[in-house]
């Protein structure tokens, strides 16, 4: 079975602080996703990396980065943490279109 | 641009009944579309697939789906649910400019009633 884990599930973060949010895959997926969970407002694309080095921004790049140096390794960035990055994370890796998702990283900032 | 709309935000069905959960997609060729299922506090966990070939599909936990091209729709059916169903559901279909990038509806959250 595809595992998707992400560092943490809860985080609480003070606002201006640099958050690191990490997701790993272990099936040698050569795309990546993170998304942001709001309620009514679904899943938002933030970044994905379709290759070690290589990133595209989604539809709500603003106020995130991205890194991925292994293949197996996809780090989410908020370089200044906003109260309105406050949110539900999402990571995923895919294969032939279908996404594996990982728990989740519940983030609030104060 | 793609779109994804599931119309209800909120369904709420008695243990044992049937379910249709809705979902209408914008796109000009022949879509790759998805359910996907959140528990609370939950990741996303895929229910069905249809790529191509019998429009009606049969996923886990005893949900199927029937794709209609002429109606641009993609709903989800159960013939009887069980309390454990309850969840939030979207529908998803494949970005057409590739990447193998989803499009997510907004949800649809079902409640069961005992």
């Known amino acids: 079975d595809v595992k998707v884990t992400q560092s943490s599930r809860y985080l609480v973060k003070r606002t201006g602080e640099k958050v690191f949010l990490e997701c790993v895959q272990d099936m040698d997926h050569e795309n990546m996703f993170w998304y942001r969970q709001d309620p009514g407002l679904g899943l938002r694309l933030i970044y994905f990396?379709?290759?070690?080095?290589?990133?595209e921004k989604g539809d709500i790049p603003e106020g995130y980065s991205v890194s991925r140096e292994k293949k197996e390794r996809f780090s989410l960035i908020l370089e200044s943490a906003s109260t309105n990055q406050t949110s539900m994370y999402l990571c995923?890796?895919?294969?032939?279109?279908?996404?594996?998702f990982g728990p989740g990283t519940r983030l609030t900032v104060l | 641009a793609q779109s994804v709309t599931q119309p209800d935000i909120h369904i709420t069905v008695s243990e044992g009944a049937s379910l249709e959960l809705r979902c209408n997609y914008s796109?000009?060729?022949?879509?790759?579309l998805f359910w996907y299922v959140q528990s609370p506090g939950q990741g996303l966990q895929l229910l069905l697939k249809y790529f191509s070939g019998d429009t009606l599909v049969q996923g886990i936990k005893g949900f199927e789906a029937e794709f209609k091209r002429s109606q641009s729709s993609f709903n989800l059916r159960k013939p009887s649910v069980h309390w454990s169903d309850a969840a939030e559901y979207f529908c998803?279909?494949?970005?057409?400019?590739?990447?193998?990038?989803?499009?997510f509806g907004q949800g649809t959250r079902l409640t069961i009633n005992p």
């Open positions: 990396s379709y290759d070690v080095k290589m990133k």
């Open positions: 995923a890796s895919s294969y032939w279109n279908e996404q594996f």
């Open positions: 998803a279909v494949v970005d057409e400019q590739g990447a193998q990038k989803l499009v």
């Open positions: 796109y000009g060729a022949t879509p790759y």
